[in-house]
């Protein structure tokens, strides 16, 4: 029986008063694309800083008092503080870049983020461009958040063995040595969300990254108010683990949970951006809610989110497009589809290509490409690819007038740039 630890307590080294700045930065992973900022904690103890896979909020809690005393008195360490404490709240106070002209920020949801190799809540390239977006937002000031799902395991380690096969190892998080809060209510109780399913609500609590000026928003089930229920308590245990069941609960989690999350902190989205079809479960309870609010019925209420949605569909492979039978909807949304006001055949639709079929089950990327009007490849080609893919869901128009546009994806450059290589265009192109 695998017992999972619900808090962990930790004797931490107490960071000196004239230090304090080193706790306020450790916790905005501004650092991460900062030079001057990560020197900070790499002058405390490069070796630990490397071996902790440049975790600041470990690093501050396992170093000796002495050391401490010892960066209290160098002059020129305590200067190079100052000075990025005067460069951090520079960044948080500049004007923005780009002019946004509704009053909510955009809210964007992905299964994984890669922000640091200290965090490991990511696989692959999904999760990287998610990072890189938050990062970038920050950067021009366009309001944005992030949701997404805070996985006890993350993804899987990896190691080869002497006769060259692959073993993966998976490693539990101690939250509390991440540089990521609890998100609390006014009277300093955890923020909770719930989901339906079949056996009961899953509970999920809040966690908050701060990307910059971006926060993302991070929702845990392996809290107390789930032990009744292990397999509750195990939905974010791993990105991409489990079984079919498994997946279906994390993306009603991620999706549902998420736009709930929005509404108990009290953000009101003017866009939504669905990052693959993980997330796109979201759309249907953004519309629930716009028909509560209003009082219309769900097909007026999915017009509006279809305004104010945008989905990104990232790859051509079929086994990437995630389909969950029939049985498996029917089992998981019991408890929920009543509330959206529509029949089970109009609610199966959302997720089809044949319109209420019994053989063919529900496509999350039909989902987010039938409850969003704003589409969008990851390249010129695969924008081609994904409209000859998709052409069924728009029978009466040609391949080329299938409304799935494309853009180039970038990378967050400060992010990616090696410490050298930093050095040498600074010295010959300047800090700009």
């Known amino acids: 029986m695998n017992v999972r630890p619900l808090k962990i307590f930790t004797v931490a080294s107490v960071v000196p008063e004239e230090l304090s700045f080193l706790e306020r930065l450790a916790y905005n992973f501004w650092w991460s694309w900062n030079r001057k900022a990560e020197s900070l904690f790499a002058t405390i103890d490069a070796m630990r800083w490397e071996r902790l896979r440049r975790n600041p909020v470990r690093l501050l809690k396992e170093t000796p008092q002495e050391r401490y005393r010892q960066l209290v008195g160098d002059a020129s360490y305590r200067r190079l503080l100052e000075e990025v404490e005067r460069e951090l709240d520079a960044y948080l106070g500049a004007p923005p870049q780009v002019e946004w002209k509704h009053e909510g920020p955009v809210a964007y949801f992905c299964a994984e983020y890669g922000i640091s190799e200290c965090f490991q809540n990511y696989s692959g390239g999904l999760g990287v461009l998610a990072g890189d977006h938050l990062k970038t937002a920050s950067d021009i000031g366009l309001p944005m958040v992030g949701l997404g799902l805070l996985y006890q395991q993350g993804y899987f380690h990896q190691h080869v063995t002497y006769n060259g096969w692959q073993q993966e190892n998976f490693l539990d998080y101690d939250f509390s040595l991440l540089p990521i809060e609890r998100v609390l209510t006014k009277d300093a109780r955890p923020l909770t969300v719930t989901v339906e399913l079949p ?103 999915a017009e509006i989110t ?127």
């Open 199 to 301: 056996e009961g609500d899953v509970h999920a609590h809040v966690w908050k990254a701060m990307v910059g000026r971006v926060p993302l928003y991070l929702l845990d089930t392996n809290i107390p108010e789930n032990q009744p229920n292990p397999m509750y308590q195990n939905i974010t245990n791993q990105l991409y683990g489990g079984t079919q069941e498994t997946r279906i609960m994390q993306e009603m989690v991620l999706g549902i949970g998420g736009i709930r999350a929005l509404q108990a902190l009290g953000i009101k989205p003017a866009v939504v951006h669905v990052n693959e079809g993980h997330a796109a479960f979201c759309t249907l309870e953004w519309t629930r809610q716009y028909a509560q609010r209003y009082g219309i019925s769900f097909q007026a209420a």
């Open 306 to 432: 279809r305004a104010q949605t945008c989905f990104t569909t990232h790859t051509p492979v079929p086994a990437g497009n995630e389909i969950f039978s029939l049985g498996l909807m029917e089992k998981y949304f019991a408890r929920y589809h009543p509330q959206l006001g529509v029949s089970w055949k109009e609610f199966i639709a959302l997720g089809q290509a044949n319109h209420g079929s019994n053989d063919e089950g529900f496509s999350m990327t039909i989902l987010g490409l039938r409850m969003s009007n704003h589409r969008n490849g990851v390249s010129k080609l695969h924008a081609h690819v994904a409209r000859t893919m998709w052409q069924a869901l728009w029978p009466n128009r040609p391949v080329g007038q299938v409304p799935i546009a494309h853009v180039t994806n970038g990378v967050h450059v400060p992010a990616w740039v090696g410490t050298a290589m930093y050095r040498l265009f600074r010295k010959y192109l300047g800090s700009d």
